[in-house]
């Protein structure tokens, strides 16, 4: 193995990278599969297909910057730290999960690895971003929020009002629009007048790059130069990753897309282009890949059965952190 690498990262930058792609895809498969029989209780938004956009963005992060995930950036979890069984918890609801069952978990926070807690509204995490980043400003911290969201949530005033205040305020906040080209089953053009959503930056005063999102060192350099200009108090910058879904929006929904289309995104699979290249330039090895799959496998089943045996968590944790304040005994 050489000390070469693209892109300024270490070689065991780029084995971690891949590993983490790698495990979002494995995961994301396993959990479509219980879904289909009957054995989790929630489905996902697949994140096949873009798990490049998630740990390219985040890889290289501040353990104190924020990150604020979409519904598709399972692999920023993975990325911040967040374990398998963490987020099956949560999808089975169980005792164990972060919210006792209340959320599912994309929408869960994890704040002692900057995740932040979201809802379940599109688009409603940018101005949570926003706010978090002029927060991060006023404590004086040279501290980012990257904030995920899809091209659909771009039609929303959350995105319009939470872009122009974070250049009025130069929040150092990196916003990072994961373009998978539908609006959930329309394509984008049947809600977007524009082909590059990056294009919408220069009318709030801030860059605009537009990146491939299937190369996650492209992201990753993306990304850094944003954080980085952020970090300098030059303020926002919006990020467009040009990726694609490789599964149905959502498990019971039917399919739209034209097959040619999935079929010819399907041959730019980020997984395999970092593999390629990992291999090509004498990065990894054929064992190591197996290896890293292996290991990936045995901690996936693990944590299916751990989550799987755990009991649901006690009904009265429904009541629990619903108000600041107990409303037990009030009118009496």
Request: aromatic share 6%; proline share 5%; hydrophobic share 40%.
């Amino acid at each position: 193995m050489t000390d070469k690498s693209p892109g300024g990262l270490k070689p065991d930058d780029l084995q971690e990278m891949y590993r983490l792609m790698l495990q979002g895809r494995k995961f994301t498969l396993r959990a479509l599969e219980l879904y289909a029989a009957g054995r989790l209780p929630t489905g996902l938004h697949p994140s096949a297909g873009q798990e490049a956009v998630g740990v390219g963005a985040c890889y290289g992060l501040r353990s104190t910057d924020k990150v604020v995930p979409a519904l598709r950036t399972t692999d920023a979890f993975w990325t911040r730290g967040v374990t398998m069984l963490q987020m099956l918890n949560a999808m089975y609801g169980n005792a164990d999960s972060r919210s006792g069952g209340k959320e599912s978990f994309h929408h869960t926070g994890y704040p002692e690895l900057g995740i932040l807690l979201t809802t379940a509204m599109v688009g409603s995490q940018i101005p949570i971003a926003v706010g978090a980043a002029v927060g991060q400003k006023l404590a004086g911290s040279d501290d980012v929020t990257v904030c995920f969201f899809g091209d659909g949530a771009t039609g929303r005033g959350d995105f319009h009002e939470g872009l122009n205040l974070a250049a009025v305020r130069k929040a150092p906040v990196v916003f990072i629009c994961e373009n998978n080209l539908h609006f959930q089953t329309a394509p984008v053009s049947a809600g977007a007048a524009v082909e590059d959503i990056a294009d919408r930056a220069a009318g709030y005063g801030m860059p605009g790059v537009v990146v491939d999102g299937q190369d996650v060192v492209a992201v990753n350099e993306v990304v850094q130069e944003a954080v980085a200009r952020a970090r300098r108090g030059e303020g926002p910058t919006l990020v467009e990753c040009k990726t694609y879904r490789f599964e149905k929006h959502y498990p019971f929904l039917r399919e739209t897309r034209p097959t040619e289309e999935i079929e010819r995104w399907t041959n730019r699979d980020p997984v395999v282009i970092l593999a390629d290249m990992l291999l090509a330039e004498g990065l990894i090895t054929d064992s190591v890949v197996a290896q890293i799959s292996d290991t990936i496998e045995t901690e996936l089943e693990a944590a299916v059965l751990k989550a799987e045996s755990t009991p649901p968590p006690d009904p009265a944790r429904a009541f629990t952190h619903v108000y600041a304040e107990s409303s037990e005994g009030a009118g009496s």
